[in-house]
């Protein structure tokens, strides 16, 4: 009763009848099915940025987390990729992909309600975050897999480059208002409040993708061996030149990124003296830059080719990696000119990500037979994300033992040689769709 309430709650019928009367027809947005999944992801990024900013929030200033504790923080988040990402293939191909979707989500949002609970009870502790972050990790490695091949079932392939565009579109809203709103609640409420947030808007996005109607076939009993369908979802990545080169520059790509993620907040808050709230009205210019990708990554396309805009997005994210250690403490002798930069600095990463992924995304499902998108999706990410952990604890490392400035030069360092791999060292500038 309570899920029929929120349905109508949240999706009205007058907005209803106007989509009917305005949205193209051959537009997305036509289906009812697609509007409630696509709510429930604008419900995932809001809560993402919360938790993305409150969890190490919790680790650097709270807990008074090391370098290398928040290289293994971030480690954890990542090891589920190398762990769980091929069985979860297996799965996703022998399984309806909502169900599994609704239940990762479910363990997400139980994991991350543990946080305030045992700040609550003066339980809270860094290995607390590591099982926290593992968990939360492992939720993301199933459901995010999961979200991407029902999404294929929702709108079709000829649908995925409009849902694609919306959900950029999502992530930049996100991006530009999110921060903004959890650096608010991290500094109203403190990191671990906060969370619950999060943990609200998961409950209601459960309440929302029960009422999809679509419901997938349920795919033909299989009497192979699990581990014989991991074999055939590596050997038809193998086997295909496209899908090998992207599985590696991703891989080099995520271990940057992770690396970064192990040390950017030590470096904010520590470093240039930043606070959750400054930090997160920051971040907000990285929506912009989301922005400003969902709008030049389908010109570029056209222009390049998939595969060059593909490496348009690696450049464009080594630059910004590239410019992070320079951002000195006291920019011109003003704190508010060193915000300023590293807001800059947000924007070319974020703008950079987006313009790599969304054509990165959209080419590897294009090659993809149906009977194998399952297990090519989990086997892409368990392939991509499995140098992270080693990225974030070599970052960590490198922060303990040299200081948090020089780690992250040594990620510009990679961001740079990686972008420059990408345009001389392969093909990709000739992939097209």
């Known amino acids: 009763m309570f899920s029929n309430i929120l349905c109508e709650i949240t999706i009205p019928a007058f907005v209803t009848h106007w989509l009917r009367q305005r949205i193209p027809a051959d537009s997305v947005m036509r289906n009812p099915d697609f509007r409630r999944f696509w709510f429930s992801s604008i419900l995932a990024h809001f809560g993402a940025q919360i938790t993305l900013l409150a969890l190490p929030i919790c680790a650097v200033l709270m807990l008074h987390a090391t370098p290398a504790q928040m290289g293994t923080l971030a480690a954890f988040e990542s090891l589920p990729f190398l ?47 590591y099982a926290v972050g593992f968990v939360i990790g492992a939720g993301h490695v199933v459901g995010g897999s999961a979200e991407q091949v029902f999404l294929t079932f929702l709108v079709g392939r000829d649908g995925l480059v409009d849902a694609q565009a919306k959900f950029a579109a999502t992530e930049s809203a996100a991006r530009v208002v999110g921060p903004g709103m959890a650096g608010g609640l991290v500094q109203l409420l403190g990191a671990p409040i906060a969370i619950l947030c999060n943990v609200a808007g998961f409950i209601v996005s459960l309440l929302n993708l029960r009422r999809i109607r679509a419901r997938e076939p349920q795919p033909p009993p299989s009497n192979a061996h699990p581990l014989r369908d991991i074999q ?202």
């Not at 769980?84 to 997400?108: E, I, K, N, Q, Y």
């Not at 994991?111 to 290995?127: G, N, Y």
């Open 83 to 129: 762990l769980f990402g091929l069985p979860s293939g297996v799965l996703l191909d022998r399984s309806r992909r909502l169900p599994v979707m609704m239940a990762s989500d479910l363990v997400v949002a139980i994991a991350l309600a543990s946080v305030p609970l045992a700040w609550l009870l003066d339980l809270l502790t860094i290995p607390w975050l």
């Open 232 to 433: 055939e979802g590596l050997v038809f990545v193998w086997n295909q030149p496209l899908l090998r080169t992207l599985a590696w520059v991703s891989a080099c790509w995520h271990l940057l990124f992770y690396g970064f993620t192990a040390l950017h907040v030590i470096f904010t808050t520590r470093v240039l003296g930043m606070t959750a709230g400054t930090m997160g009205m920051a971040n907000m210019l990285g929506g912009l830059g989301v922005l400003a990708a969902s709008l030049l990554v389908k010109p570029l396309s056209a222009r390049f080719g998939t595969g060059g805009g593909i490496l348009a997005g690696l450049c464009v994210s080594a630059f910004g990696f590239a410019l992070v250690p320079a951002i000195p403490a006291a920019l011109f002798g003003s704190a508010a000119w060193t915000v300023a930069a590293y807001a800059v600095v947000v924007f070319w990463i974020d703008c950079g990500a987006t313009l790599f992924f969304v054509p990165y995304i959209a080419l590897r499902q294009r090659v993809t037979p149906d009977a194998v998108l399952g297990r090519m999706v989990a086997t892409m990410r368990a392939l991509t994300v499995a140098a992270a952990p080693l990225g974030a604890l070599l970052a960590g490392a490198l922060g303990e033992g040299f200081g948090v400035r020089e780690g992250l030069g040594c990620i510009a360092t990679g961001a740079v040689l990686l972008a420059a791999g990408g345009v001389f060292g392969t093909r990709l500038k000739d992939a097209k769709d």
